[in-house]
Nanobody, 122 residues
Framework: QVQLVESGGGLVQAGGSLRLSCAAS????????MGWYRQAPGKQRELVAV???????SYADSVKGRFTISRENAKNTVYLQMNTLKSEDTAVYYC????????????????WGQGTQVTVSS
């Protein structure tokens, strides 16, 4: 099995910064795409940012220029640096790993973390 453990959420004032981390553990050989999604109360889960194993990032329009995603393949870890936070960034942030190849399984699988709360006060 694979576990995704997130950290770094919390309460911050508008204009502030936070850095989220997500480490994947298990008998992992490689992960195709790692990323972050978020879900605000009463809203659907939405993509925030993803990054390929080659380091190519993609961002939601709402966070472009403010958030930066990065990953360390050797550590199976993905980061999300969030700057100039706004109240509308308040949500539970979920780590996602797509196309996880494990040593004992031919098929690639997808996994989600348990989520970490980010609250931005105005």
């Amino acid at each position: 099995q694979v576990q995704l453990v997130e950290s770094g959420g919390g309460l911050v004032q508008a204009g502030g910064s936070l850095r989220l981390s997500c480490a994947a553990s298990g008998s992992i050989v490689s992960i195709n795409v790692m990323g972050w999604y978020r879900q605000a109360p009463g809203k659907q889960r939405e993509l925030v940012a993803v990054v390929t194993s080659g380091g190519t990032p993609s961002y939601a329009d709402s966070v472009k220029g403010r958030f930066t995603i990065s990953r360390e393949n050797a550590k199976n870890t993905v980061y999300l640096q969030m700057n100039t936070l706004k109240s509308e960034d308040t949500a539970v942030y979920y780590c996602n790993a797509q196309g996880v190849k494990m040593s004992w399984l031919i098929k690639r699988l997808d996994y989600w973390g348990q989520g970490t709360q980010v609250t931005v006060s105005s």
